[in-house]
């Protein structure tokens, strides 16, 4: 049977096809089922996809798309690496090789945000809930930031009896990374990025402000969408995805909590999240 071939043959363009529409080549193909063609075949290829099918996210495909991406990725992180170490390259052959594992590294990364992305969007994720002390998280965000950034000044404001809450900690460190992190990618002209945190009821408000470009307010509501990133010259300068916000919003969504951005363009962002002392249910 070569069911599919003939579909693309028939709605193709010419001169490879006869340009048909897709209804008229379904059409051609079901009056040969049980001729030219299987009938099993035609039917499974031509019906229309059930309400279960049609409600299928997008993001299995990314999925399946992510976990086929992964096994060549660390063979090219790995290889690169390899190639990059041998004793007798010339300074450019091994310049070529430390950029190829630059840059397979940065798509593995992506790979696994778009992992983590779909897993939380298919409900896949379970918390590894600990008792977490949020002022311990800040400053291993710092530290971690800090390899990144020479011209900021980053710096803290705890307010008095913070308590301890339940939380996945390496997931909470996860959002604090990003947004440290974008706090600084966006304020490239340096300046204060403060993180505070704060005791609210039932549970601890973490905002981190920085002096940057700022958001304009109508692109506040799309922040965390994901693939979503402000449109501006600096945003074609940062090399980003749009993914990381989105993952943040999940984060702390599963854990019961709330993330948000205030920001004035020219003067700066605060992103804040509230996270309750204990996940609901948890
Ligand atoms: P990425 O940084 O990879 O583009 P994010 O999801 O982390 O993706 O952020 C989405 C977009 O939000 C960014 O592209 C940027 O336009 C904007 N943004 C995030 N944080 C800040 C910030 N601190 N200051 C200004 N803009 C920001």
């Not at 340009?19 to 063609?37: D, N, T, V």
């Not at 959002?175 to 340096?190: K, T, W």
């Not at 990381?244 to 969504?253: A, F, M, N, P, V």
Request: aromatic share 6%; with cysteine; proline share 6%.
């Amino acid at each position: 049977d070569y069911v599919a071939e003939d579909f693309i043959a028939l709605v193709s363009s010419p001169p490879w096809g006869q340009g048909a529409s897709r209804e008229e080549a379904l059409e051609q193909i079901r009056s040969e089922a049980g001729k030219l063609y299987d009938p099993a075949v035609v039917e499974a290829l031509t019906k229309s996809p059930t309400k279960e099918e049609e409600k299928r996210p997008e993001g299995e495909v990314l999925s399946t798309i992510s976990h086929e991406l992964r096994s060549p990725l660390s063979f090219l992180v790995g290889y690169s690496e390899l190639l990059a170490s041998q004793p007798d390259l010339s300074p450019e052959t091994r310049e070529r090789a430390q950029e190829i594992q630059a840059e397979a590294l940065r798509m593995s990364r992506l790979v696994e945000r778009l992992l983590e992305l779909s897993r939380f969007e298919a409900g896949k994720i379970k918390l590894k809930l600990q008792e977490v002390r949020p002022t311990e998280l800040i400053s291993r965000a710092i530290s971690k930031a800090r390899v990144f950034s020479s011209n900021h000044e980053i710096e803290v404001a705890f307010g008095e009896q913070l308590p301890t809450i339940q939380a996945d900690g390496e997931m909470v460190l996860e959002v604090l990374d990003n947004l440290l992190n974008n706090a600084i990618s966006y304020s490239p002209q340096g300046g204060r990025i403060l993180l505070s945190a704060q005791k609210r009821e039932e549970g601890v408000q973490i905002s981190i402000s920085d002096q940057g470009i700022g958001i304009p307010r109508e692109e506040l509501p799309k922040l965390f969408q994901r693939f979503y990133r402000v449109p501006g010259p600096l945003t074609d300068k940062v090399r980003g995805t749009g993914l990381g916000l989105s993952i943040c919003k999940h984060i702390i969504e599963t854990h019961g909590g709330r993330i948000w951005a205030e920001s004035t363009v020219g003067k700066g962002s605060t992103f804040s999240f509230f996270l309750p002392l204990r996940p609901p249910g948890g």
